[in-house]
């Protein structure tokens, strides 16, 4: 597609020049206000199987021009939904090493220093995430919102392959590792709306959770995050850093964010 960027003439303001939905209705992220909250008893926890990976197997690590991601097996998948979503990948937001703050959706107008989504696809209805990428129930995006605080041993476990994939379009395999080790230990406290990819093409495809509990990252992780990759190629003269890959808070609207728990 269309190339686009987080800052400058190809930044979020012009995405919907090339990509229409970026400009429509449903847009991800937003500001998870307090006075927007209704409290759904309805609202189960989630639960996820098969996150608990071997180090025989080998995930993708790769940086796609626009984030750090990791390929994900579709044996791992979300079972306590309406149709079961099946794991695609994983990739995060961040801040810059100058501003730490780069979570995509922010509560109560707290943005925090980055952010992480699992991105899975419904695999009842769709038999690949290219058919489900633009199907109002075809993905659902699981969100943790990341502090700076204690090392975590297993954020650790990809992050030390990160000068694999300085240059855009590089991949490197790595060992298998508990994905669930980087959720929340509880999955019952959640945010819950329908919203969009927060990238280009923006399709408002997406069941969002945000998780109410965060995901802590030393300081010195934070950093090699923030400042290891570039969203220009090898092979360009030009290094262009990879940092504040994070889309702004888009319009509510008349959408109900919903909440599992009581604040
Ligand atoms: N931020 S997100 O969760 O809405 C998101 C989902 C997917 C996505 C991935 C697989 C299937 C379907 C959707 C891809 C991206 C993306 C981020 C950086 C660069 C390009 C694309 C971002
Ligand atoms: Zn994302």
């Not at 025989?56 to 626009?66: C, F």
């Amino acid at each position: 597609g269309y190339k686009w960027t987080y800052s400058g003439p190809d930044g979020e303001h012009h995405w919907s020049k090339h990509y229409p939905y970026c400009g429509g209705a449903f847009q991800s992220p937003i500001d998870i206000k307090s006075e927007l909250l209704r409290f759904d008893p309805t609202l189960r926890p989630i639960e996820v199987q098969n996150y608990n990976l071997s180090p025989d197997e080998q995930l993708t690590l790769g940086n796609n021009g626009h984030a750090l991601q990791i390929s994900l097996p579709s044996k791992m998948h979300i079972s306590s939904l309406r149709y079961r979503y099946s794991a695609a990948q994983l990739h995060f937001h961040w801040g810059s090493s100058s501003r730490i703050a780069g979570s995509e959706h922010m509560v109560n107008s707290k943005q925090y220093a980055a952010e992480m989504h699992v991105v899975h696809y419904n695999s009842d209805k769709y038999p690949n995430i290219s058919s489900a990428v633009d199907k109002s129930d075809g993905l659902a995006v699981l969100g943790v919102l990341i502090e700076v605080g204690e090392f975590n041993p297993t954020f650790e476990q990809f992050l030390r392959f990160i000068n694999g994939i300085k240059y855009r379009d590089q991949k490197v395999q790595v060992p298998g590792f508990n994905i669930r080790a980087l959720l929340p230990a509880r999955l019952d406290e959640y945010y819950r709306y329908d919203g969009s990819l927060t990238t280009p093409p923006c399709y408002p495809s997406v069941l969002w959770t945000v998780f109410r509990n965060t995901m802590t990252v030393s300081q010195k992780q934070f950093n090699a995050l923030a400042t290891a990759l570039y969203s220009s190629s090898a092979q360009e003269s030009a290094t262009i850093p990879l940092h504040s890959n994070y889309r702004k808070a888009q319009l509510v609207d008349s959408r109900i964010v919903l909440a599992s728990f009581k604040e």
